[in-house]
């Protein structure tokens, strides 16, 4: 799958509008709505959506004239074939009026171009583990997830250690397994589209 590592934003300048476009990261259907509030901007003319989110796809003009907005941005999305992601563009109206040819081509050219900018990488479905060892342990452990260079997330202490970690080969399981004999613990807690390359 291909998606777009981090939020980016690009602006452009069409006629004294002024186009905003924010790409958002999203790979989870639940948190659409909220991403969108909170990227969209208040005191702006439109702000226009287009999303592809795993099986959902949806188009918003808000406000301009239907199908010169919300569509045309999900166009590109579909063309580039990007996906679990999320396109704002936010219009400031500066005046002049741009026509119905003139507003898809903006709004076309704004997501466009804000994809030529954010960096697209190649996503993949992983599964999050929580792993939880006795504490004299830990060195070992935490060497070890370094050294196999894993997506380590997260990392908290109370009465044991416990790792958040992707991944991709469930082998490493078994070392550590070995490497407490058999004092661990581990639980899926969810699974994720993260970069291949990671």
Request: hydrophobic share 35%; net charge negative.
């Given at each position: ?7 980016t934003t690009n602006t452009i300048i069409i006629k004294k509008s002024e186009f905003i476009t ?74 002049i009026k741009l026509g119905a040819g003139g507003l898809t081509r903006a709004y076309t050219n ?69 490497l407490t004999a058999s004092n661990m613990h581990y639980e899926v807690v969810k699974e994720d ?6």
């Open positions: 799958m291909r998606s777009i590592k981090e939020t924010t790409l958002i990261p999203c790979n989870d259907e639940k948190e659409i709505k909220d991403l969108i509030e909170l990227y969209s901007k208040d005191d702006a003319t439109h702000n226009c959506v287009a999303y592809r989110v795993g099986p959902l796809e949806k188009a918003d003009d808000d406000g301009e004239p239907s199908g010169t907005a919300g569509l045309p941005m999900l166009n590109v999305l579909q063309r580039q074939k990007i996906d679990n992601v999320i396109a704002i563009v936010t219009r400031y109206f500066g005046g704004s997501v466009a171009d804000a994809l030529k900018e954010a960096e697209i990488v190649d996503k993949e479905l992983v599964k999050l583990y929580r792993i939880s060892v006795d504490y004299h342990f830990s060195r070992k452990v935490s060497y070890l997830i370094q050294s196999k260079n894993l997506l380590l997330m997260n990392t908290e202490y109370d009465e044991k250690v416990h790792y958040d970690v992707y991944l991709r080969d469930t082998s490493f399981l078994d070392e550590l397994n070995e589209y993260i970069p291949v390359e990671v």
